[in-house]
């Protein structure tokens, strides 16, 4: 049944779909009054919140990875929904009392499912979870991977459940305790690469921590060719794995592997010196959960910036190179942008001409600009903007404000934005797996993703009122990780609230 709301501050807004002709130009930012953001970014939050109220799966907590088509539950996307519960606690969208017993059962369901070593039939090993769970029960999808990243993701909302349901009730004493539990069973030594067989393909060593883990190759299973190494998405892992109170990995880890190459990411790019990932992705996740505003590693104390200014650095030259539009692309410009990975529309147009120029087309993948390598294919995400909409909300929301005027309802729903469009993809007679193609319009992606729905709802939720770093700020076990891989300064040397 559809979840029926506690209340609303505003209306849903109207929406009017593109009609034939070419794409529609797009207002400029300076068109969006203050209280027209204001609204957008309401609605948003709203249409947002309901993705994973009414399409997570209430009896084992499973997050649908893509909706509608739902072939899968993402471990990431139900961190990401967790989280969301609050927000929509928090906003009145649901009552604290519903989002707190709807949490208190996705973790329970995640604390008593089955873990072990056999290669089917468990949902995850050594506390970690794998990257795809099916729909019928929550155990391991097909060969998919024990996923280093995505339990952390799941963990971050894990804690921040932990930290915001903190009243003295039954159901969220329980929250806590399960939230726990959870986290403590996680072993993050048993991913480190010195407990691998198998040599490191990305220049990982000593302590780095492995991407993932498959119990089928060798005896007793074994680890991948990756570790995360060099300037990513994955902060977020060794602070979890640096603060367990059970299994910590040493700063080692941290040295030798996730910040053993910075400096050869550091690069200038449209004018911005920054870190290097071309996918927003790698910018935004582990600021979901964590305020980097004001608190430093080695690296950054001598660049003179934070991780959260290297995020607003790298966010603007994603908007400059729209502007700029090197490519020739149709339909970038400085008020529509924003490259991550995501659903795109196909290689069966490969070779055909946009602009005079043959082109090359993908589906789902990890696109992204920066001074290292440009992967874009004409597909425009509205996670990248929208995932950063914390770091820079001056260009972001009016981005996503002209995605939403430009193609209305066929590409912004009762659930938010559509993942992803390609205005340069108009081959009708090529077709789309993933989406739908018009003559004018181009393709739209026929589906919502969980991992690029829940940095929209956090981030916004961050620019508006800080709650989810204000409560994360709290958590003793994500304050001592920080610490113990050497950051300082700000709200990290403060009293917890």
């Keep these: 049944m559809p979840v029926r709301f506690a209340k609303f501050a505003l209306p849903l807004l109207a929406l009017t779909a593109c009609t034939a002709g070419s794409v529609p130009p797009s207002p400029s930012a300076a068109s969006h009054s203050a209280a027209a953001q204001a609204e957008f970014a309401e609605d948003l939050s709203q249409r947002t919140f309901r993705y994973f109220w009414e399409t997570t799966d209430t009896r084992r907590c499973l997050a649908p990875d893509r909706w509608p088509s739902n072939p899968f539950s993402s471990i990431a996307a139900t961190g990401f929904a967790l989280t969301a519960y609050g927000i929509g606690a928090e906003r009145g969208y649901v009552s604290r009392e519903a989002a707190a017993q709807r949490t208190r059962d996705c973790l329970e369901f995640y ?32 060969k998919t991977e024990l996923s280093t990243v995505d339990t952390s993701l799941l963990l971050g909302g894990v804690l921040f459940a932990q930290s915001y349901f903190d009243r003295d009730d039954a159901v969220e004493a329980e929250i806590r305790d399960l939230a726990e539990k959870i986290y403590r069973r996680v072993d993050w030594t048993f991913v480190q690469r010195e407990n691998s067989t198998i040599p490191s393909a990305n220049g990982g060593s000593g302590k780095a921590i492995a991407m993932g883990w498959y119990p089928e190759r060798g005896e007793g299973g074994d680890f991948g060719t990756h570790d995360w190494v060099g300037y990513n998405e994955a902060m977020l892992v060794y602070i979890l794995a640096a ?137 425009v995400v ?116």
């Design 111 to 142: 604390w008593n499912a089955p873990q072990g070593p056999d290669v089917s039939g468990t949902s995850g090993h050594k506390g970690f979870f794998y990257h795809f769970l099916t729909n019928d029960d929550g155990t391991r999808r097909g």
């Design 243 to 379: 603060g367990s109170p059970t299994h910590p990995i040493d700063k080692d880890a941290w040295d030798t592997g996730w910040a053993a190459n910075l400096e050869k990411d550091w690069g200038s790019y449209y004018g911005y010196e920054h870190l290097q990932f071309e996918p927003l992705f790698g910018h935004q996740y582990s600021h979901v959960w964590v305020d980097f505003r004001g608190i430093r590693d080695e690296f950054m104390r001598a660049k003179g910036i934070d991780y959260f200014e290297n995020s607003r650095r790298a966010t603007l030259s994603q908007r400059a190179y729209g502007a700029d539009n090197p490519n020739d692309w149709v339909g970038y410009s400085g008020d529509i942008w924003g490259w991550t990975a995501s659903d795109g529309p196909t290689a069966a147009a490969n070779g055909r001409e946009v602009n005079g120029k043959p082109r090359e087309f993908m589906g789902y993948s990890a696109r992204g600009v920066s001074a290292e390598r440009v992967v874009d294919d004409g597909t």
């Design 382 to 497: 509205p996670t990248a903007a929208g995932g950063s909409i914390a770091f820079a909300p001056e260009v972001t929301i009016p981005a996503l404000m002209n995605m939403r005027e430009a193609y209305g309802e066929a590409l912004y729903t009762r659930y938010g934005f559509k993942d992803a469009f390609n205005p340069s993809y108009t081959f009708v007679d090529a077709g789309s797996p993933s989406g739908t193609v018009d003559p004018e319009l181009g393709w739209i992606a026929r589906d919502h993703l969980g991992i690029d729905q829940g940095p929209i709802l956090a981030m916004l939720e961050n620019h508006r009122s800080g709650l989810v770093w204000r409560t994360m700020r709290k958590n003793p076990h994500i304050r001592r990780g920080l610490k113990r891989l050497g950051f300082a300064g700000g709200w990290l040397d403060q009293a917890a609230d």
